[in-house]
């Protein structure tokens, strides 16, 4: 282009022919855009294809009693599809919650459309966006009809739903917490319609102080297949609690856990169905939490997550945590196609077996040790033990985790241990020995096959 340059301004090239080489570029760079548009298109029809083929064979071998039951690791991979198509079936429902702030719901809105995957975007009925708004806020309406009716004329399913608002205050309950009394009545409500009335056979949940990655809708469709086919797994969450900035790095790695995270997150109907007639008055997050509903079950978050929560004002909450732990989380740099990877490593025989030979294979060593010394842990992998709930409480605040244990297990906690990144290495804290939960890590059997 240079030499182009100063030959033109010598006169050696003349203005004709300048003009022809550069429409010549222009051709050959849209014929290549073109060629890989095509490509793309034939992979996804093909890839499309195969699934559906191999649904029917998993579909067709149950009939026969006498049939080979596929495991569960088979059915994951029958189910697979290429990009992010299995969440967008027409069977799914994007929730979005809000109440009283319009500039928030409109940024989170714009988050999603911007990173909604291409698929969707050439084939919108496949998808169900519900913007579900709590009381009569006429600002929030007025935005939440501008993106309804937006979304519909591209060719969205699209619907704005009010819920009535419980105006008066709950008896017996301070006026700190009926927020939280009213939010668990909107979810409720709304959940009631997107699976019974829209029949939907899942739902992606946020909340109006949100956005998302470019990959978020990748990581849920990949995850929705895990979802629907392992029953050990309760639902899935866009958020890791210790994604802090230095504690977060490995873009393509999901952990299972026994906490439920939240902050965007999904539930399928098998759930629901169960959870329906039992929705508690207050605190939904927290009961979800709680051992009688978990019934042992997992769920599955990011090592960085795909959510980003900038709601330092408002909410139920009102910005607990936020300054702290939650402004600082890590966001995800490196968009990852989850749906190219191996999922299989998340079933439950052959995560804990990895797990639990994870920890044991690392070093014990003292956390006074790896604070003072900021290149001791510098391609390590290491473990720190606490004593009780109340010390790894301490732990946490010495490095700079939230420092909560709620209903027996650390926020993303898997059998009472917690894997966070830390100074260039790998530290776990654990249970010492003596507790429950380590007795449970050491009783996985690691012989015998998945």
Known sequence: FLLYGVLFENGVVGP????????????????????????????????????????????????DSNSFEPSLEMKLKLSFKPSSSHLFDGKTVILLICYNR????????DSVIENLPRSSKENTDTITFVISQDGKNPAVNDIAQEYVKSLSQKGFNTMHLTHPRLEKDIRGVKKQMQGYYKLADHFKWVLNKVFDELHAKRVVILEDDMKISNDFFEFMGATSVLLDVDETLMAVSAWNDNGQIGHAWDSERIIRTDFFAGLGWMMNTRIWEELSGIWPEAFWDDWLRNPKQRKGRKFLSPEISRTYNFGSKGGASKGQFFQKYIGSMKENEVPVKFSMLDMSYLLESKYDKAWKAEVLASDLVNLDRILADTTFMDGKTCRIEYR???????????????????DDTPRQGYYGVVKIR?????????????????????????TKNA
Do not use: C
């Not at 319009?102 to 809105?109: A, C």
């Not at 830390?422 to 690691?446: A, D, E």
């Open 388 to 406: 009780s709930d109340k010390h790894f409480i301490d732990i946490a605040k010495r490095l700079s985790l939230i420092p909560e244990w709620k």
């Open 102 to 109: 319009p500039n928030y719901l409109k940024r989170t809105l």
């Open 422 to 446: 830390f100074h260039g290495g790998t530290l776990f804290i654990v249970p010492k020995p003596s507790l429950n939960t380590w007795k449970k890590l050491m009783s996985i059997n690691t």
């Open 16 to 63: 004709d022919a300048e003009l022809s080489r550069l429409e010549a570029e222009i051709r050959g760079a849209k014929d290549i855009l073109t060629q890989e548009k095509n490509a793309f298109d034939v992979y996804e029809n093909i890839s499309f294809e195969l699934t559906e083929l191999r649904k029917q064979l998993l579909d067709v071998a149950p009939q």
